[in-house]
């Protein structure tokens, strides 16, 4: 697997004043690196639009060289003891688990490993124990994936050795190896031995380790019938450690996935915390990978003067780059302008490295031609891929981090790398709002997801209005419960994206980076949590659409997610000529509106809301315009569909499969501008941003904020 030439990551896609962002780059270059920092404008390529924009940022940080060194990184989750087990066995030694295969792989699976002892899945399906001096012992039947299977294995000095794997569906022993010691091995020679060394389950030690796909519950170690190791995984399912019941405790590398079910999992109970024993089992796959662990090149700390913006580090060395954006947000409680972007960071994070199934090389020549951002995660799968993926056992990604490599969170990287428009999704698209906002000499303020959720409504009071990227998909409790105060305590929300407040997620409360997704029940989804797993094992909240979990985004922003297509546009048709909303339309004189964009050609395209009475809180909502998928290019989401003849609305398909731009205020004095479309930051920059959306929004802001 072949590897980029220059890459890196930070930890933290934020930060405020006086915090340090640390910087880990790997280089192949024999020559040093060097690194620059720029302020990003427009991060859209193409030739034919705003191009990539970045301004100099030096005054807050000096270019600067250093020594290149390639640094690796290793994917797949396993469990790992935090001291060596110690044992003297004079006699015999007995390993237990249960384990449940999800796919054989072309390599060995290792199910435990200590010391010299290790037990492996091979790829015809065979368990092995590996002994010391070459010797090993197998079975000569195949399991069966997807079951769950027992494991006892049983040395002795006497010269036993027995091998005994049992399938749950038999409850009897269709394997079974017992052997004397006449055998072409001596196993005597074993002992006694003295064991000092670390425990791995799911995973072995050394530069391969031969990762494990499946679960595992229960496994214990006993040494001449004394008990020295066990771990029960139904405890403290929410930890990425694991408290011993004997020896030492464990800790979860690659963040693997709990509160999943186990063996004893009998659909009497669905969520983990009302019968943990039924989740006794933790998911380990090969390629689950959480941070890089690099160790560290530089860092910022970030001075007190430096703007809120969105920020590049830059590193190039014999020309090859690479380039890591992260964004600068005010102290907290000193906003220093009106406006405050709130920017999508959760959603870059759950989409990092998203490989999309119609990446083609074809694509490539329009990347060189256009300058963009060379590498794609479909090239580069081994760094990880994007809870839009799925494992090498075919089960959905759960967990995201940014601590790695992400190659779609640059600036210039083509999501639609066929697409007659720029072909932008998330940070790129979202930079259209970026550009046009500099070129309207409107100051804002940058606010991410994250001090949303931890600094909750603190982290936005006070500005006059809070402003959305193209796609705020993926929210926290914390997070909406933030926008929900701020709006009902007078704000103004302007949500400038579709498909937004969509899925729950959930921090881990051990370490923040890492994020937690259950596709559960509907939706429109990549892929589907499996039956009883539809609970979040950072937390145990149900997972899922928010929708599901009683709160719509209709509650928040009037609108929500209704009907996806490709990716394209079309225009809104203004359909609100009350005199008191004129204002929205100050200047337009077109009834049709965005019938252009770098995003789909069209204002209103790729993912659609809607209003639905039936989900709002009742609010005075005035639908200003919409937009018709006339040509029956778009489909309906799932959890609006009944049958191949209903839906939810009781009305004809065509009526539902729309985008409704609306506007609102509250009863407690606050103020809610919506679009429902992904694609309409795209149709901001179009001619010189002389048009009638950027005219629009402009009025709108100026309404909201006053300037």
């Not at 799968?381 to 839009?388: A, I, P």
């Not at 949303?452 to 006070?462: E, F, H, K, M, Q």
Request: proline share 5%; hydrophobic share 35%; charged share 20%.
């Amino acid at each position: 697997m072949q590897d980029v030439f220059i890459a890196g990551y930070s930890d933290k896609l934020s930060a405020r004043p006086g915090e340090t962002v640390t910087f880990f780059v790997s280089s192949h270059a024999r020559e040093a690196f060097k690194a620059t920092l720029h302020r990003s404008i427009s991060a859209d390529p193409n030739p034919d639009g705003p191009g990539i924009i970045e301004d100099d940022a030096s005054t807050y940080f000096k270019p600067s060289s250093f020594a290149s060194r390639y640094q690796g990184f290793t994917p797949g989750s396993f469990a790992q003891s935090t001291t060596d087990l110690q044992a003297d066995i004079n006699a015999d030694l007995v390993i237990k688990l249960w384990f449940m295969p999800t796919v054989l792989i072309a390599a060995d699976q290792t199910l435990l490993a200590w010391g010299t002892v290790s037990i492996i899945l091979d790829p015809q399906g065979m368990i092995t124990v590996k002994l010391p001096d070459g010797m090993s012992v197998s079975t000569s039947a195949a399991i069966k994936c997807n079951h769950w299977h027992s494991l006892e294995f049983k040395v002795s000095a006497s010269g036993v050795v027995a091998l005994d794997v049992k399938s749950m569906m038999t409850a009897k022993a269709d394997i079974e190896i017992a052997n004397n010691g006449h055998t072409e091995f001596d196993i005597a020679q074993m002992f006694p031995v003295s064991v000092k060394a670390p425990v791995r389950i799911a995973a072995g030690f050394g530069d391969a380790p031969c990762c494990f796909n499946g679960k595992i519950e229960a496994p214990e170690i006993l040494a001449d019938g004394d008990l020295i190791a066990k771990w029960d995984f139904a405890q403290a399912i929410s930890s990425l450690s694991v408290k011993a019941n004997a020896g030492p405790d464990l800790l979860l590398r690659n963040a693997p996935t709990r509160g999943v079910t186990g063996r004893k999992w009998d659909a009497t109970e669905f969520c983990w915390r009302h019968k943990p024993d039924h989740y006794a089992a933790i998911s380990f796959h090969d390629d689950d990978i959480y941070d890089f662990e690099w160790d560290s090149d530089f860092e910022l700390v970030i001075p007190e003067d430096m703007p809120s913006g969105i920020y590049i580090m830059r590193i190039e060395a014999e020309g090859h780059y690479d380039a890591m954006p992260f964004f600068v947000c005010p102290p907290l409680g000193k906003r220093r302008a009106n406006l405050c972007v709130l920017v999508s960071t959760f959603t870059y994070t759950i989409y990092g490295n998203h490989a999309r199934p119609d990446f083609a090389p074809s694509w490539l020549e329009k990347i060189s031609a256009w300058k963009a951002y060379p590498n794609n995660p479909s090239q580069y799968r081994h760094y990880g891929l994007s809870t839009y993926n799925n494992h090498t056992d075919g089960s959905g990604i759960c967990h995201a981090s940014h601590k790695r490599v992400l190659f779609n969170l640059r600036p210039g990287y083509l999501t639609f790398g066929e697409a007659t428009c720029s072909g932008l999704r998330h940070f790129q698209a979202d930079s259209h709002l970026i550009a046009w906002l500099h070129n309207q000499n409107i100051d804002y303020d940058i606010i991410t997801d994250d001090e949303l959720d931890r600094d909750g409504v603190a982290a936005i009071s006070g500005y006059k209005a809070v402003v959305t990227g193209s796609h705020p998909e993926y929210h926290t409790s914390e997070t909406l419960d933030a926008l929900k105060d701020y709006r009902d305590n007078g704000g103004g929300l302007v949500y400038l994206g579709g498909n937004g407040f969509y899925w729950r997620i959930v921090r881990h409360p051990e370490d923040p980076a890492l994020l937690e997704i259950r596709r559960s029940e509907d939706g429109l989804r990549a892929w589907a949590s499996e039956p009883g797993e539809y609970y979040n094992a950072f937390d145990g909240s149900y997972g899922g659409l928010w929708r599901r979990n009683g709160r719509p985004p209709q509650q928040l922003v009037g609108i929500g997610f209704t009907a996806q297509g490709n990716f394209v546009g079309m225009p809104y048709k203004r359909v609100c000529y009350d005199k008191n909303m004129d204002w929205v339309f100050d200047g337009i004189n077109d009834d049709l509106l965005g019938d252009f964009g770098f995003s789909g050609h069209g204002a209103a395209g790729f993912e659609l809301d809607r209003r639905d009475e039936k989900l709002d809180d009742g609010e005075d909502i005035i639908i200003l315009a919409q937009s018709y998928d006339e040509d029956n290019r778009f489909i309906l989401v799932p959890e609006e569909m009944l049958t191949h003849l209903t839906n939810l609305s009781g009305g004809p398909e065509a009526e539902v499969k729309r985008a409704d731009m609306v506007y609102f205020k509250t009863h407690t004095g606050g103020q809610v501008f919506a679009v429902g479309s992904i694609t309409f930051c795209g149709s901001l920059p179009w001619n010189n941003y002389d048009n009638n959306v950027s005219k629009l929004l402009r009025n709108v802001v100026h309404k909201f904020v006053g300037s």
